[in-house]
């Protein structure tokens, strides 16, 4: 038998090789026999091509030929021939031809798979996760992949091009403060001591720029130990940028222009100059501080509308300090669908939402409102600008609580009425964002961000006086309502560090303890520096239109941070625990 060496991928041949000889490896995708003709679609990373076997040809071929079943590795070699037009399949690179096989090999047989190696895949994501190399089979995921690849392929080029070096920083680290839970690692060699798996390489990066280094950045992974959402891995990728003497225009145009030559490997083109907006603006307008501004419904201010009302729930409220915002929608809803969306901001927590409901015949509102009076409902349709066949929405609460509920019932209408217009790519710089916010839980200040995020710096007078009101120079970069990234300017004063981490709660003996280090190396020569961190996979999971990280991330985790694949997290043997000086707790 002749030894067969592959001469061609299953996505290149097309009638212009007509005649050729080729040798093709593959998966055998799918086997018809048409009485004695048989035939077999071949994939491989590149394609599909049709490979045919006649009896006449080569009996012993033909005969193995029946004996092939679906992922089985095969090699053939036969002649490039044109399908008859009839047989022409348009929707394939090779539709044209079909290769007429002279030779058949089986590379390697398959047990019969759990489900099949398609796009249109109904299995759960469970037994898909568990036999993950099938699922990454799929066309679909060959393709996401084969995306993934061509951006990191073109951030690393845009930013050398730009002076930036990518430099690694360690796993085995220590804490940092990025607000989640680490993941630990305990040490062989000092046992009760652990490394921390890096939450991001903030601190590294930070004293990258002491060193001198100027223009970093770093595809890396990052590890948080959160619950987990669809939109959450325990591990996942950034696009980690730091910089030496920043000037904030000069950085987002650098950011800006990556995000340009990101969309550019799926031929989209995106307007340059993001628009920025200020965090109370965000909050104001959107109710959320990552505004979808690919559509309006803005939300809108009625406080003081009620606070003229007639006596009334609303008025009550008001005057106790709530404020009452909304928002006016077109739409016209019956008292199911209504239910629904009552029910929709209760599972947020607290009250529902009250309407007001504008018709041809005129206006019906819930009891509360109605109690307010005909001339707050005037003031409010007529401020609402809210005509026939609208609907105004309003919740009563704590200002940031009313805004983050409607910003919530926004996005939920958009997604029940089809507001959002497809193949449009909305970025946004938010900015301005308070330095701190208060955790009632703990009755102490936290960091928005992080604490080595700047303050401006006309309000470092204000510090101690007015924590709450400090601005952070800090910012996030959102597209079409999705957080992609989020960094700042740093501290990069000693003095100021230490007070912040005072502000925080940490007494200079714990600051000393995690950070000295960093404090110390902020005393000997620090330039003014500020960078971001965006998410490569959130990136990629909206350029290739994925439902999920998973869709994106070869090897994820479920929900419960497991690997169905390999099954890890996994027990250990005793004596791997013994090296390590540790004893489990069965409780
Ligand atoms: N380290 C930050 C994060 O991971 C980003 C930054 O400030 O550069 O969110």
Redesign the pocket.
């Known amino acids: 038998m002749q030894e067969m060496t592959r001469t061609h991928s299953c996505g290149e041949l097309t009638a212009a090789d007509e005649g050729k000889e080729a040798v093709l490896m593959g998966w055998v995708n799918r086997r018809r026999d048409h009485g004695q003709l048989v035939f077999i679609d071949l994939r491989d990373r590149e394609g599909i091509t049709q490979v045919v076997l006649h009896p006449e040809r080569d009996a012993d071929a033909h005969q193995q030929a029946k004996t092939l079943r679906s992922e089985f590795v095969i090699a053939v070699r036969g002649k490039v021939s044109r399908r008859e037009t009839d047989l022409i399949n348009p929707n394939l690179k090779t539709g044209e031809i079909e290769v007429d096989v002279e030779q058949v090999e089986v590379l390697s047989e398959a047990k019969t798979i759990p489900f099949p190696i398609e796009d249109d895949i109904t299995t759960s994501e469970d037994l898909r996760l568990k036999y993950r190399y099938l699922d990454l089979r799929r066309p679909q995921m060959q393709a996401n992949f084969h995306l993934r690849h061509q951006v990191m392929m073109a951030i690393r080029s845009y930013m050398d091009r730009l002076g930036f070096w990518e430099i690694e920083t360690p796993f085995l680290t220590k804490s940092t403060p ?1 607000g989640a839970r680490d993941y630990l690692v305990p040490s062989r060699l000092s046992h009760g001591s652990f490394y921390a798996l890096p ?2 390489p ?1 601190i590294f990066k930070q004293i990258l720029m002491v060193s001198g280094f100027e223009k970093y950045f770093q595809i890396v992974r ?1 590890f948080r130990d959160e619950d987990l959402r669809a939109d959450r891995q325990p591990e996942f990728t ?1 696009i ?1 940028v ?1 910089v030496s003497f920043p000037d904030v225009d000069a950085f987002f145009a650098v950011m800006e222009g990556l995000m340009e030559e990101v969309f550019k490997v799926r031929g989209i083109e995106i307007p340059r100059q993001f628009p920025r907006m200020n965090y109370r603006e965000a909050m104001d307008r959107y109710g959320s501080d990552k505004p979808d501004t690919r559509f309006g419904v803005e939300l809108q201010d009625f406080t003081e509308i009620f606070r003229k009302a007639e006596p009334s729930l609303f008025r009550d409220l008001v005057e106790q300090g709530k404020t009452v915002r909304g928002l006016v929608a077109p739409v016209s809803y019956s008292r199911r669908i209504l239910d629904e969306i009552d029910a929709f901001v209760k599972q947020l927590g607290g009250a529902g939402v009250a309407w007001i409901k504008v018709t041809e015949e005129g206006r019906t509102a819930v009891p509360p409102i109605k109690k307010a009076g005909t001339v707050a409902i005037d003031a409010i349709l007529a401020q609402a600008e809210a005509g026939p066949g609208e609907m105004v929405f309003m919740i009563a609460a704590d200002r940031n609580d009313a805004l983050t509920k409607l910003g919530a019932l926004r996005l939920e209408l958009a997604r029940r009425e089809g507001w959002i217009p497809p193949d449009k790519w909305n970025f946004l710089w938010v900015v301005d964002f308070p330095l701190f916010e208060f955790d009632a839980v703990e009755n102490r200040w936290t960091s928005l ?2 604490p080595f995020t700047s303050p401006v710096a006309e309000d470092l007078s204000i510090l101690e006086s007015d924590t709450g009101k400090v601005r952070a120079r800090a910012y996030d970069l959102v597209l079409n309502g999705v957080e992609c990234g ?3 300017v740093r501290i990069h004063s000693s003095a100021v560090q230490a007070q912040i981490f005072k502000l925080l709660g940490l007494s200079e003996a714990e600051a000393n303890e995690k950070f000295g280090f960093f404090l110390e190396a902020l005393q000997y020569g620090t330039p003014p520096h500020g ?3 965006l998410g490569l996979d959130r990136i990629i999971m909206l350029l290739a239109r994925g439902q999920s990280l998973r869709d994106v991330i070869a090897f994820p985790k479920t929900a419960r941070a497991v690997d169905l694949m390999s099954g890890s997290p996994s027990p250990v043997v005793d004596q791997q625990l013994k090296e390590l000086g540790i004893r489990t707790r069965k409780s």
Do not use: K, L, M, R
Request: aromatic share 0%; charged share 20%.
């Open positions: 990025e939450q991001s903030q990052c950034q980690d730091e961000h992080h989020g960094g700042s960078g971001i961190a």
